[in-house]
């Protein structure tokens, strides 16, 4: 293995030592290098084959993992300079995997040396440690853990920067972000760039998740009032009500999970000091560009340190510190608090800035800005002062007092060179003005924003403005199902409430149902004629739907409003040039970009309108100044082969796509040529596609625009010929492919396509959408099954016969044994249920399977009264959890009391109490760890009574009748097996 870790002390002296005769000087520089790592890895696979329309549809979960390791190579990228060591991983979601303060050897974020994957992310697999970049929609996003593209290179100012990038296909949106090191600074920044390539609105969610180590006394600088919870809940911080100081990581030893999102003051930083080792980090951006500022703890019970062992090997526990565009990772129940959801509109770039770097020997930590950070407190009568320059300061360290100066002294610091002082004095810190040079770290004054932090009590949302804003909050959460659900209601109580009609026309163009779309934006442009959404909305029906005066028209009207005028001026462009009217064009697209100057897709549009007219200089200089800041742009690399008519071009082109599911961005950008009537261009793109059904039925639509007609057939057939496992389309322009597909050829998968291309934005999936889906065909695809038994799982008729079919098809598959069988126990057939199991016990299993299935097992078990040979199971298992996970610690505990039951009937009360007090343990097996103050009154009280009952004594009725009022219902039933 490389070493991840700088050289030991001695060998640094010694090699210093032997430089130092030679060398007199030595320019900062800094460098960028693709490596490889041997790294210990816990593997994660076994892709989820079954659908699963929803949020993240087309994304599928992954639920093999494994407490075994392997060694395994992985690509990382180092960014170096004289002060700080980087380290990427592109192959992993793009995480920054951790980064070294060099002097020191200290991580001041925090560096896994094993991969250990678990299941934590909303596809399973998730790594700890490290910066993780997530967009779209609350949670670990679906790319955490999955190859990124990425681009490095040497900027002409001496820095160095990695691009990573990638698409999210739940929203159709893209991300980038450039991280950067320069050459004399002790910084790296993130530049985050965001794109919504969409003409609709979408979900707005962006964090960076930053972990750091737990150990060493640490303390959370963030600075703040109050912290509010994933639902808008409200804390008082940094000291709650029973005066623990939340701040410290060591006093946050009650409770289970923690989730901190810090605000009431505005500061541009928030960091971390370990105490222990006099070092700190510290993350920077202007407060606009950053509201939101969280902690987030395991917990410090074993409840939470069952995590160490499970993340890592030898690194020991971290916390993770985040930073959100909005001011909380806002659940559902949010949106009844003032932090709702927001959505991304159409075309929008959006971008900001961040800095992350150590802080060195303050002895804590107070201010930061990216020139340096400070410790200044007071004590015993004494003003002390510790900076740690980040950048070169030559400026003069001055603090006033009101009008007062009462300290100056003039800096000359190198990167990470720490001053110190102090001076007597006695009054309030947040009185002082503290500058450094003209740089303001402090302003003297109350930085408290007084935020409203609690919804209005007098807010009905049964009203039409609630009714309407569920709904819109709903949407911006992409749960387009029960938002069309509540403006369906709204719109029959009261039909004249527009911005519901206008919703009602964006849901239904989500859906690919362009009529309704059409027909609920007419409704409200009849009552008002330059509603701007419902213009635009209408536009891009008509454009859809190739109708260019009506979409021109539309377009125009919308483009009056600020809001649409960038999104309905690009579109008119779009349809200039289907009509190649290229001087329109032309005229167009500087509008476009004079409203939004980063509109990702105009300027390539303008470099493709500069080709048509045999513009070609200066569109391969257009298409090159777009790679200077967007090198991850797929499109525009594809253009240049145009220009070009190159080989090394489109193979470049190709290379530079390095993405999971690399066949989705073919398609994407091959989409956008369509759309522009450049059929040609599409098909190029896609010849140099990876094969995928997505792919072939894509260039059988083509080849048919071009007139090719058997290659159209070809291309379809093979297609059709194509296995359907993990093809999940998605577009609704996919689906529009498809209906003309089966006009070509019926086949029972095109239709499974096409109702999955709807499925994840379309209610009421019935018993009648899978009798067309089949056609009278018998399909021989058990995911097929399996997704339909699903769907019709309240039609036990038809559920079983659809997973029957599926376990016909695939008896060794450990799904379709487990769905089965829950349908046979949930259904009165146990027996069944349990043949399954003792039928594929006989069979090689991976570990998931043998954990998943056994807690299944034991479960069945329970069901058939064996409760004993269900306790011996768990007890043989290694359950690998997913985030939060219990279910199997509360399995184990109610089979052991129902054992207990069954012996205290027999009188057997010394084995029975054995059994009672195995229920309130917890085998970390299990895959939970014992939380503070677990609940074990059933249990003490159990325990008590057989005592009582060999005593032959009675139990107090009144201690009986308050513990009745105080268990859950389960345990009360769990208490009756005892009367």
């Given amino acids: 293995m490389i070493p991840l870790r700088f050289l030991l002390k001695k060998y640094i002296l010694i090699i210093g030592f032997l430089l130092v005769a030679n060398v007199t000087t030595t320019a900062q520089q800094a460098t960028i290098k693709e490596t490889t790592q041997r790294l210990k890895t816990y593997a994660f696979s076994d892709p989820n084959p079954v659908p699963k329309p929803g949020k993240i549809y087309p994304y599928f979960r992954f639920d093999g993992f494994t407490d075994k390791p392997v060694m395994k190579d992985w690509k990382f990228i180092e960014l170096e300079n004289d002060y700080i060591k980087v380290y990427i991983t ?7 995997w951790g980064a ?101 609105e979408t979900s707005y969610y962006h964090w960076l998740n930053a972990g750091f180590k737990a150990a060493g006394n640490l303390e959370f600088v963030f600075p703040g009032t109050h912290y509010v919870g994933h639902n808008g809940e409200v804390g008082t911080w940094p000291r709650d009500s029973v005066g623990r100081n939340l701040n410290f990581y060591e006093q946050n030893n009650f409770g289970s999970y923690k989730s901190y999102h810090v605000l009431g003051k505005q500061t541009d930083f928030y960091g971390g000091f370990w105490h222990n080792d006099n070092m700190g980090f510290v993350r920077y951006s202007p407060y606009h560009e950053k509201l939101g500022k969280k902690i987030w703890i395991w917990g410090l019970s074993r409840q939470g340190m069952i995590w160490d062992k499970l993340l890592t090997d030898t690194d020991g526990q971290y916390v993770e510190l985040q930073s959100g565009r909005l001011f909380n990772q806002a659940s559902e129940g949010s949106m009844y608090s003032p932090f709702k959801h927001l959505s991304f509109m159409p075309y929008t770039h959006d971008s900001w800035t961040e800095y992350w770097f150590p802080v060195k020997q303050t002895r804590g930590l107070t ?86 932090l609690e919804a209005a009590k007098t807010f009905d949302w049964k009203s039409d403005y609630g009714i309407y804003l569920h709904a819109k909050d709903l949407m911006n959460q992409r749960n387009y199902i029960d938002s069309d659900s509540l403006l369906q209601h709204l719109l029959q109580k009261s039909p004249s409430f527009k911005p519901a009609q206008v919703l009602k026309a964006e849901l239904a163009y989500v859906r690919g149902d362009m009529a309704e779309a059409r027909e609920e934006a007419d409704l409200t442009l009849a009552n008002n004629a330059y509603d701007a959404k419902a213009n635009f909305i209408a536009g891009i029906v008509y454009e859809r739907q190739k109708q260019w005066v009506a979409a021109k028209d539309r377009f125009a009207t919308a483009s009056l409003d600020p809001t649409y005028r960038g999104a309905a001026l690009y579109h008119l462009a779009k349809i200039a040039v289907h009509e190649k009217d290229y001087a329109k064009a032309s005229e167009l697209l500087p509008q476009v970009l004079e409203r939004q100057a980063d509109h990702w897709d105009a300027k390539v549009l303008k470099v493709i309108v500069l080709r048509l007219t045999q513009k070609h200089t200066l569109a391969l200089q257009k298409a090159k100044e777009i790679l200077q800041n967007d090198p991850l742009n797929h499109w525009v690399r594809f253009e240049i082969a145009q220009i070009t008519q190159q080989t090394e071009d489109k193979k470049l082109a190709s290379e530079m796509i390095r993405s999971e599911l690399p066949f989705e961005t073919y398609l994407e950008v091959a989409i956008e040529y369509e759309k522009l009537g450049l059929y040609r261009e599409s098909l190029d793109v896609l010849m140099s596609s990876p094969s995928h059904p997505a792919v072939a039925l894509w260039k059988a639509f083509l080849w048919d625009k071009l007139n090719q007609k058997n290659e159209s057939e070809r291309a379809l057939e093979a297609a059709i010929v194509a296995s359907p496992e993990g093809i999940f389309p998605f577009r609704n322009e996919t689906a529009a492919v498809l209906r003309w597909a089966l006009t070509q050829k019926p086949h029972w998968k095109l239709r499974y396509y096409l109702h999955l291309s709807e499925a994840a934005v379309r209610p009421n999936v019935v018993l009648s959408d899978f009798t ?71 069979l090689p299993k991976q570990d998931h399977e043998v954990y998943i299935l056994g807690q299944q097992r034991a479960q069945l078990l329970k069901a058939a009264r064996r409760y004993k040979e269900a306790i011996d199971l768990m007890k043989s298992l290694t359950i690998l959890p997913n985030e939060g996970a219990s279910g199997a610690h509360a399995l184990f505990r109610e089979l052991n009391i129902r054992y207990a039951a069954d012996l205290f009937k027999n009188k057997k009360y010394k084995e029975a109490k054995l059994f009672l007090t195995q229920a309130e343990t917890w085998p970390e097996n299990l895959g939970s760890g014992e939380p503070y103050d677990p609940d074990n009154r059933l249990t003490a009280f159990l325990k008590k009574t057989i005592d009582l009952k060999m005593a032959k004594k009675a139990v107090d009725v009144n201690e009986t009748t308050q513990l009745a009022k105080q268990l859950s219902k389960s345990d009360l039933g769990l208490w009756e097996l005892f009367q």
Avoid at 90 to 96: A, N, R, T, V, W
Avoid at 126 to 137: A, Q, V
Avoid at 393 to 416: C, H, S
Avoid at 424 to 429: A, E, F, P, Q
């Fill in 90 to 96: 592109p192959e992993i979601g793009g995480k920054i």
């Fill in 367 to 452: 201010h930061a800005t990216p020139r340096g950070s400070m410790n200044v407190r007071g004590a015993e009568n004494w003003l002390k002062i510790d900076y740690c320059a980040v950048a070169s300061v030559q400026d003069t360290l001055k603090v006033w007092e009101g009008n007062r100066a009462i300290f100056a002294k003039k800096l000359n610091l190198k990167p990470l060179q720490t001053f110190r002082d102090s001076i007597r004095w006695t009054g309030n810190i947040e009185s002082l003005k503290i500058l450094v040079g003209t740089e303001i770290l402090a302003n003297g004054h109350s930085n408290n924003t007084e935020r409203p």
């Fill in 100 to 200: 070294y303060e060099k002097s020191t050897d200290f991580p001041f974020v925090y560096f896994n040396h094993v991969v250990k994957f678990r299941d934590v992310a909303m596809r399973g697999a998730w790594t700890s440690g490290g910066i993780e970049i997530n967009f779209g929609d609350i949670g670990h996003a679906p790319t955490v853990s999955a190859p990124v593209d990425y681009f490095t290179r040497t900027n002409s100012d001496g820095s160095v920067s990695c691009f990573l990038g990638a698409w999210d296909w739940s929203a159709r949106t893209r991300w980038m972000v450039e991280v950067n090191l320069p050459k004399d600074k002790a910084y790296f920044t993130t530049k985050s760039h965001w794109y919504n390539a969409t003409p609709l």
């Fill in 772 to 842: 067309e889906i089949e056609g009278g065909e018998m399909p021989d695809f058990a995911p097929y099954y399996l997704y339909k038994a699903e769907v019709l799982k309240t039609d036990k008729i038809h559920a079983k016969a659809a997973l029957e079919k599926a376990y016909e098809l695939t008896p060794n598959s450990w799904r379709t044994v487990k769905t089965l069988s829950d349908f046979y126990a949930a259904n009165g057939e146990l027996p069944k249920a349990l043949a399954l199991h003792e039928s594929f016990s006989k």
